[in-house]
């Protein structure tokens, strides 16, 4: 057994979002976003699963803090819900949406706990994408008319802004994949919203910091990066591609690296860019290239790539790994990815600071007849993850946080109640809170700022 100590200071927390929790879709003046649309449309979600009640959060809240705070959690990273706080988009507070986080970040700061804020997880109110969504260039203005009114409201208090959760889910998993809301299939949209979500990163930031001088703000992007099977040309042409379609075709405009030029090749070559960048005005790519105080990453998992890539088969791009275990979701336990993550992200991007804004895992255990839960496999799981960070800081990467993916058990957005993430357990028929093993695992390692290596 080894024990590796955290720098000083490192920031231990965990993360959410609001549609996954808070449940109350169409309380205190809430106007319907489009995950409630996509969720009520049939054949969308597993068995029609929705966020209605989700883990009724914006009821219980005060509860879950209390929890949490029990477990010695350092920091919380949640999502606003942009319907609940600008129902028709922009222009008219709805005051008691507003209220509800007001309270949350007094409550969170009574305890103890850091908020860490994300201005969009994926609730577009419908009203703007009736408008067109995202791939309209309206939406930005909208966007950062949401990141005034919240940072004016909290940027007194709140000291750690995330603009964007996932841009790459936002646009291509929405629009072009078609998994999540608004559930389209159009490549050409799809680049379009991509652009107009950085645009909106890179306007917002600047918002944020007049109305929060003392902020960090960053935006926290999902890597998933790509390894090739196998040496082969073909395999490493394959993981080219993957990278540059989940990656760099995000993270080189924030670094002021314009969007790939192999990628706006390729897309050309396919079709995807029927008009070219026809979308990117003047002065747009040093927009999103403001410097940021941080760097989000999400990992979880990553990609092998072999023979030849469709990126429109999005399922079957893996390959499966003999020798790796997997979780529930059917993503490979991988804790060198996110190792190869941030070393890249340090040496290569040199990104000034990273929070790992999301890691964890989605496995079904309950409460055994004891009412305790085993997840063993969870611990195993985040602390390989861990070590892989603690390793990238002795490189001199500068990692100051880590949150784990998720709190409790939530709402997996089209995979509906089946995939539980959770650090605590949700019995979704009565509400109650269940801490797993995993919890006082994580609880013990906050406490000594320690991991214990097995
Ligand atoms: C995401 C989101 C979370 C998910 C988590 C597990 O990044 O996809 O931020 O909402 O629940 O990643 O899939």
Not at 190 to 201: F, R, T
Not at 269 to 275: A, D, I, N, T
Not at 426 to 440: F, G, I
Request: one cysteine or more; proline letters at 7%.
């Amino acid at each position: 057994m080894a024990v590796l100590r955290f720098p000083e200071r490192f920031v231990w927390g965990t993360a959410t979002s609001a549609y996954q929790i808070e449940g109350a879709w169409d309380e205190d003046g809430r106007s319907p976003s489009h995950w409630d649309t996509f969720a009520h449309t049939p054949g969308k979600t597993r068995n029609g699963e929705t966020g209605d009640v989700a883990c009724d959060h914006y009821r219980r809240w005060p509860e879950d803090m209390a929890l949490m705070a029990s477990l010695n959690i350092q920091a919380y990273r949640f999502s606003v819900s942009w319907p609940r706080i600008l129902p028709n988009g922009g222009n008219q507070i709805n005051e008691a949406g507003l209220d509800h986080y007001d309270r949350l970040v007094d409550g969170l700061l009574e305890a103890g706990i850091r908020p860490f804020i994300t201005l969009y997880h994926w609730e577009l109110p419908q009203t703007l994408q009736d408008a067109g969504g995202w791939p309209e260039r309206s939406t930005v203005d909208h966007f950062v008319q949401l990141a005034d009114v919240v940072s004016r409201r909290l940027g007194d208090r709140v000291h750690n802004w995330i603009t964007h959760n996932e841009p790459w889910c936002t646009s291509m998993l929405s629009h072009q994949i078609g998994l999540h809301a608004p559930g389209w299939r159009n490549w050409p949209a799809a680049l379009a919203a991509a652009h107009h979500v950085l645009l909106s990163h890179g306007t917002a930031v600047p918002a944020i910091r007049a109305n929060a001088p003392q902020a960090e703000v960053g935006i926290a992007p999902n890597y998933e990066p790509a390894y090739p099977l196998t040496r082969s040309p073909e395999d490493i042409e394959a993981a080219r591609i993957w990278d540059g379609y989940y990656i760099r075709w995000f993270n080189d405009p924030l670094f002021g690296r314009h969007y790939p030029a192999d990628m706006v090749a390729y897309y050309q070559e396919k079709g995807y860019l029927p008009h070219g960048l026809n979308f990117v005005q003047p002065g747009d790519m040093e927009t999103i290239a403001v410097p940021v105080d941080f760097i989000g990453i999400n990992n979880y998992t990553r990609q092998i790539m072999s023979g030849k890539v469709s990126l429109d088969q999005f399922q079957t791009a893996a390959s499966p790994n003999p020798n790796a275990t997997y979780t529930e979701m059917n993503w490979e336990v991988y804790p060198d990815g996110l190792y190869d993550l941030l070393n890249r992200l340090h040496f290569d991007y040199q990104a000034p600071k990273i929070y790992i804004t999301e890691n964890g895992c989605s496995y079904g255990d309950g409460p055994d007849k004891n009412g305790r839960i085993h997840d063993t496999r969870r611990i195993d799981y985040l602390r390989s993850y861990l070590t892989g960070v603690h390793r990238a800081i002795g490189n001199g990467v500068p990692v100051a946080g880590y949150f784990v993916w998720s709190f409790m058990d939530n709402f997996e957005w089209s995979l509906g109640y089946s995939q539980r993430f959770g650090m605590v357990y949700v019995d979704y028929q009565t509400q109650q809170r269940l801490p797993k093993e995993s919890a006082y695992w994580y609880k013990d390692v906050i406490s000594h700022n320690q991991l214990e290596t097995m």
